[in-house]
């Protein structure tokens, strides 16, 4: 294979050479190893987004009294400077300053300045992924901490599913448990491998990984930031079905090497220098559908890697060919476990109304992960039919799974991973409540990147905003270094709202939490009127 | 083997006015002309088309509300003077159940006749009143079909309109009982019905004919507007036929292969004159989707009637009368298909619905309650630019409705072109029609025949929820009301 490296051009700026990890023995490379620590890391456009617009009229005299009385930095006049600068409305709170006698609209002299809801952000967004959850995902990816409370950061308003489910010390009327004792350490780790089957076992420090991006649904520099934030993190990120970049070997031992259906880029030597081999059978978003990546993002260098002619669209086929059983799926686990004699299996499926049965027929086909993939996940494309209305929301499948596995006493021999809608902090805590051991998200880590759910990554040259597009000029707007200090910044903030829901919760380890429904409650609706429709 | 059924879609742009849901570009003052936004930062040159447009009023209006809210020219912007909002005009359309984005994606897919295909998960609620508390199966591993709808086998969408019989009745000697089949197969499981109100001009139902005679399927038409369809085009014609009508369509009800009759005490006599002139001819009886739905059609099946439509309110709801809220579809449905299955004879009746199917899904959807086929109505006024306004349309004299006239209705149906108009209609039943064999690809069904009235393989809402949360405790919302 000719070196893809040669056929990208490289990142501005360049990587300072990063010190080595010790090697694993998997990867024939020298191994990276970046750090864990949070560092600014703002938004990368001039003008930075915020809930709310803060306006200064031209009746300003410049008396700097609002930079006085800004606690959030709304307001700055730097050392030399005759003006006050442009408000930096994004860190502005609100009505719930702005109401006060204290606030900059409060006590400036020349009534100037006026606080108004932001229309440009009112445009962002949706039910599931409302404005306030981009905008509290942006703020974790900035500073690595947990969004202010003027931003709803737990839930978004579909109306059902996770944003019906709230855990009990949320909500008024419950007595909350004991509370860890202050300094216990509280342990998000997880084990992946419970088969005892000899392989190795591998632990990730968060129960939390990346989900399969391919290059070509989405740029290199998203592809590496994910993987450098994934080694920081000692956990795990996947190539998708794009095939391995060269530049992902430096990163070998936190990425998982995707088998799917359309098997692009997919050889023995990608099997064998990762930890994980995914087979992924289905995606949540287009369940059955196999993958779609339109003929416009199939640009020379994402053709050369999935050696296929560019400009084509590349439909997988949906399921793999050569798997009609369950017998034969186990032949395909073997033959990667043959391939690679180290290494875990993950099999990541859709959510069937039979998901229970694939995921009992998958571990006694031989999978360490089960990797359920819910119908409302991310996508680079697909049909709108297949993304509301083919296979169950994930939020249904895991007490599904976790029960029907537990019934047939192979819960604890199996790891099941979930994904597919999971946005926030406490989306990853309600889905192990439900029964899961770990999550994979994606489209939270593109909100990090800076991604507003616009919906346009699929054709043309892809995402305007340059995450999901392999355009030379458009995936330029990103630099690596900054893609991978927003993720590492994100999982910092979410480690931190996971440990305090935790340490409320009287648990030490993430892993008490599995399958712990009786910590959660349920919004039930109040009932819909509607009436007839005159014809 | 026949020809595979293929819908000719062509590229039919729409010649109303588009609304597009990010229109407003709020220009403040104070801009230094660095032309960043127009330049650097819009990647679907919406302000180049916007600009074009104001210099030259020639220029396709249809351009101008292309914005997708990426907000690069927003967070670009070198002075952070600029802002984007949403269209109050694109909120204002249609209402809870037509919702914008429904008329939106609908007026996209009557334009190109494509599948819509956007990136990023599914945005919207989590579940709904309706149609939007089903989820369809899939196949994971195991499954008949190959490919999905990329493959080589090919997924039949053809419905049958008549009774099957179980068996067949033969006297001791031999001669057989039963009366032949006379079923009326159709390639789509969609006829095109009027529309659920009352509309200006006959070229709509002329426009709906030549789309029916390209679909192979049936228009639904009154019989007045019947007398207008050329004699190639009567086999795809369903007239709406009254007692007094009768002797004026005998040329028609002679070509036609179905005819329909509102329900009504005379009906099956009504029945009786209309096969009198034509002894092949489908008769389907127009009822009113309620919960009576299902004794009145065992009562007109005795009398010899085997086809139903069952008209639903444009939110596919029962109508109750009085502005009460029936059942949905879903519910309704289910109930007069599960009490035919159990009389068995459900093989007999043939049921078509009507009435709130407004998207694709809606359609396979109604099949797996138990429609055999789904009639579209609403639809096909949207492709063609109506907003479902409604009831803003001005009164005429009368008190009735203006709908479909000159300036008052940007989908003109009365002076609509007919090609023009039959075109969109194509597009839209193409695009559904893929749409479908999506759905049936996934599930591995090769025909939609047999996801009729398969519960099986859907999950409904409320089932699912008492599996996965049923033991969960419950607190009302308003109790958390953030």
Redesign the interface.
């Known amino acids: 294979m000719s070196t893809s490296t040669a056929t990208v051009p490289a990142p501005v700026p360049v990587c300072p050479p990063e010190p080595e990890s010790p090697s694993t023995g998997y990867s024939d490379w020298p191994q990276a190893s970046v750090a864990r620590e949070i560092l600014p890391a703002p938004?990368r456009?001039?003008?930075?987004?915020g809930k709310y617009?803060v306006d200064r009229s031209a009746s300003c005299a410049s008396c700097g009294r609002c930079t006085e009385a800004c606690r959030y930095g709304v307001h700055s006049r730097p050392a030399g400077y005759a003006f006050v600068l442009?408000p930096a409305d994004h860190l502005c709170i609100g009505p719930a300053c702005a109401e006060t006698a204290e606030s900059c609209v409060s006590l400036c002299p020349q009534k100037a300045l006026t606080v108004r809801p932001?229309?440009?952000a009112?445009?962002?967004g949706?039910?599931?992924?409302s404005r306030d959850l981009i905008l509290a995902t942006w703020h974790a990816a900035a500073t690595g901490r947990p969004a202010p409370p003027h931003l709803?950061s737990r839930t978004g308003?579909?109306?059902?599913?996770f944003?019906?489910?709230?855990f009990?010390f949320?909500?008024?009327?419950f007595e909350p448990p004991p509370r860890v004792p202050p300094g216990t350490e509280i342990d998000t780790g997880l084990d992946l491998n419970h088969r005892g089957d000899g392989r190795p076992q591998i632990h990730i420090d968060l129960p939390v990984y990346g989900g399969g991006m391919s290059f070509g649904s989405v740029s290199i520099h998203t592809i590496l930031g994910k993987a450098r934030a994934a080694v920081a993190w000692n956990t795990l990120t996947c190539t998708g079905e794009g095939g391995y970049h060269d530049r992902l070997k430096p990163y070998d031992d936190h990425v998982i090497t995707q088998v799917a259906t359309g098997l692009f880029g997919v050889r023995e030597d990608t099997i064998q220098r990762v930890r994980i081999v995914e087979f992924k059978?289905?995606q949540g978003?287009k369940?059955?559908?196999?993958g779609?990546l339109?003929g416009d993002k199939n640009t020379p260098a994402v053709a050369r890697m999935r050696e296929a002619v560019a400009g084509n669209a590349l439909?997988s086929?949906?399921?793999?060919?050569s798997?009609?059983?369950?017998e034969?799926?186990k032949k395909h686990l073997d033959w990667i476990k043959e391939v690679n004699p180290r290494c875990l299996v993950s099999v990541k499926?859709?959510t069937?109304?039979?998901?229970d049965m694939?995921a009992v027929?998958s571990y006694f086909a031989g999978a360490h992960i089960i990797h359920l993939d819910g119908?409302?996940?991310?996508?680079?494309?697909?049909?709108?039919?297949?993304?509301?209305?083919?296979?169950?929301?994930i939020?249904?499948?895991?007490?599904?799974v976790h029960k029907f596995l537990a019934a047939e006493g192979i819960r604890d021999k199996v790891t099941l991973i979930a994904s597919?809608?999971i946005r926030t902090a406490y989306d990853v805590l309600k889905t192990i409540a439900?029964g899961a051991d770990g999550v994979v998200v994606g489209?939270s880590e593109m909100v990090a990147l800076g991604?507003?759910?616009?919906?346009?990554?699929?054709?043309?040259?892809g995402?305007?905003?340059g995450i999901?597009s392999t355009d030379p000029e458009?995936m330029m707007q990103m630099t690596l270094e900054w893609a991978t200090q927003r993720l590492i910044n994100l999982n910092f903030a979410w480690r931190e709202e996971m440990v305090d829901a935790l340490s409320r919760l009287g648990m030490a380890s993430i892993r008490e939490l599995r399958g712990r429904?009786?910590v959660?409650?349920?919004?039930?609706?109040?009932a819909?009127?509607?009436?007839?429709?005159?014809? | 083997m026949p020809d595979r059924y293929h819908i000719h879609t062509a590229a039919m742009p729409g010649w109303f006015r588009r609304i597009g849901k990010?229109a407003n570009v709020?220009w403040r003052e104070d801009c230094s002309r660095c032309s960043n936004c127009v330049k650097l930062r819009c990647?679907?040159d919406v302000y180049r088309h916007e600009s074009a447009f104001n210099r030259d009023p020639l220029a396709p209006g249809a351009t101008l509300d292309e914005c997708?809210?990426?907000?690069?020219c927003?967070?670009?912007?070198?002075?952070?003077l600029?802002?984007?909002?949403?269209n109050p005009e694109f909120l204002d359309m249609g209402?809870?159940?037509w919702t914008p984005a429904i008329i939106l994606?609908t007026w996209n897919q009557a334009d190109t006749g494509r599948?819509?295909?956007?990136?990023?998960?599914?945005?919207?609620?989590?579940?709904?009143?309706g149609f939007d508390s089903?989820?369809?199966?899939?196949?994971?591993?195991?499954?008949p079909t190959?490919?999905?709808i990329?493959?080589r086998e090919y997924i039949s969408t053809s419905v049958d309109i008549g009774p099957k019989p179980l068996r067949l009745e033969f006297t001791p000697d031999g001669r057989m009982l039963t009366p032949p089949l006379r079923l009326l197969e159709i390639q789509l499981p969609i006829i095109l019905d009027m529309p659920?109100?009352r509309e200006q001009g006959a070229r709509l139902a002329a426009a709906r004919i030549a789309a029916a005679k390209e679909l192979k399927t049936l228009a639904v038409v009154r019989a007045g507007e019947a007398v207008q369809a050329l004699p190639k085009q009567l086999p795809f014609l369903a007239p709406v036929v009254a007692e007094a009508d009768i002797d004026n369509c005998e040329d028609i009800l002679e070509g036609a292969r179905m005819a329909q009759l509102l329900d009504g005490p005379d009906v099956a006599a009504l029945a009786g004159r209309v096969r009198a002139i034509n002894e092949q001819l489908t008769i389907a009886v127009r009822l009113p989707l309620s919960p009576a739905a299902a004794d009145r059609i065992l009562e007109l099946n005795r009398a010899g009637l085997r086809v139903f439509q069952l008209c639903a309110?444009?939110?596919g709801?029962?109508?109750?009368?009085?502005?009460?809220?029936?059942r949905h579809i879903k519910d309704a449905l289910r109930e007069v298909h599960g009490r035919l299955v159990k009389k068995g004879l459900r093989d007999e009746i043939t049921l078509i619905v009507s009435?709130g199917i407004a998207?694709?899904?809606h359609m396979?959807?109604a099949i797996i309650c138990g429609a055999d086929l789904v009639a579209v109505d609403t639809a096909l006024l949207v492709a063609l630019g109506c907003r479902v306004c409604r009831?803003a349309h001005p009164r005429d004299a009368e008190g009735q409705a203006m709908c479909g006239s000159g300036e008052l209705c940007p989908a003109e149906t009365d002076s609509v072109d007919r090609a023009y108009a039959a075109q969109r209609m194509v597009n839209l039943m193409g695009a559904w029609h893929s749409?479908l064999i999506?759905?049936l690809?996934?599930?591995?069904i090769r025909e939609v025949r047999r996801l009729r009235g398969e519960v099986?393989?859907a999950?409904f809402m409320e089932d699912?929820?008492k599996?996965?949360?049923g033991?969960?405790?419950?607190?009302?919302?308003?109790?958390?009301s953030?």
């Open positions: 938004d456009y001039r003008n930075a987004l617009k442009r932001n229309p440009s009112e445009c962002m949706d039910p599931r992924w709803e308003h579909s109306g059902g599913g944003d019906s489910l709230r009990k949320e909500v008024p009327g059978y289905a978003a369940p059955g559908l196999g779609h339109l439909f086929p949906f399921p793999f060919h798997v009609y059983s369950v034969d799926h499926v859709s069937p109304t039979d998901v694939v027929g119908s409302y996940g991310g996508t680079g494309a697909a049909p709108d039919i297949a993304k509301k209305n083919i296979a169950m929301p939020e249904y499948a895991v007490p599904k597919g809608g439900l489209t991604c507003v759910r616009c919906a346009c990554c699929e054709s043309g040259r995402c305007p905003r999901a458009l429904t009786d959660l409650c349920y919004l039930s609706d109040d819909v009127s509607a009436t007839e429709v005159s014809s | 990010f709020d990647l679907y997708k809210a990426c907000l690069s927003v967070q670009g912007c070198t002075k952070g600029l802002d984007v909002s949403i209402d809870e159940y994606t599948i819509p295909v956007s990136g990023a998960g599914y945005r919207g609620r989590f579940h709904g009143p089903i989820w369809t199966d899939m196949s994971e591993i195991v499954r190959r490919d999905g990329h493959g659920a109100w309110d444009q939110h709801r029962e109508r109750l009368g009085h502005g009460k809220r029936g009435g998207l694709a899904e396979a959807k009831d749409q999506e759905v690809g996934a599930m591995g099986g393989r999950i699912i929820e599996e996965a949360f033991d969960i405790c419950r607190v009302p919302r308003s109790q958390v953030a």
